[in-house]
C-alpha cells in the first residue's frame, strides 16, 4: 500500500516561494507515476508538475511552467514541488498524487486527477498580494 504525507504548505507573500515536500512509504518514486495537483475553492482539481519512472521524467502544466520544478530524493522516497515567483492565483490545497507505472498512459491521461489511485492529505499554499 503506497502513502503518501505532504508538508511544507504555508502563508507567503506574491513573489515568494515555497517547497512542498511529499513522503512516500510502500514503494520507491520510481516504481510510481508521482503528480502534484492543487484545488482552490470552488474550482476542479488542476494537474501542477508530474513525474514518472526511473528516468524521472518531467511535466508542467501551462500556470506553472518556467516557475515550479518537481524533483525527487536519491533515495527516491521524497517527491518535492519547488515553488518560485508565487502569485495570489497559486493559492489553494496542493495534493500529491501517485499511481503505479504499470498504469502509465501518457502524459495526456497523467494530467487528469482521475489517473491517479493513491493521495496524500493536501497541505495549504496561501499567497498574499
Known amino acids: 500500500q503506497v502513502q503518501l504525507v505532504e508538508s511544507g504548505g504555508g502563508l507567503v507573500q506574491a513573489g515568494g516561494s515555497l517547497r512542498l515536500a511529499c513522503a512516500l512509504s510502500g514503494r520507491t518514486a520510481s516504481q510510481l507515476v508521482m503528480g502534484w495537483f492543487r484545488q482552490a475553492p470552488g474550482k476542479e482539481r488542476d494537474f501542477v508538475a508530474g513525474?514518472?519512472?526511473?528516468?524521472?521524467?518531467?511535466y508542467y502544466g501551462d500556470p506553472v511552467r518556467g516557475r515550479f520544478t518537481i524533483s525527487r530524493d536519491d533515495a527516491k522516497t521524497t517527491v518535492y514541488l519547488q515553488m518560485y515567483s508565487l502569485k495570489p492565483e497559486d493559492t489553494a490545497v496542493y495534493y500529491c498524487a501517485a499511481s503505479d507505472v504499470v498504469h502509465w498512459g501518457g502524459w495526456d491521461s497523467a494530467i487528469r486527477w482521475q489517473s491517479y489511485h493513491y493521495w496524500g492529505q493536501g497541505t495549504q499554499v496561501t499567497v498574499s498580494s
Open positions: 513525474m514518472v519512472g526511473v528516468r524521472g521524467d518531467t
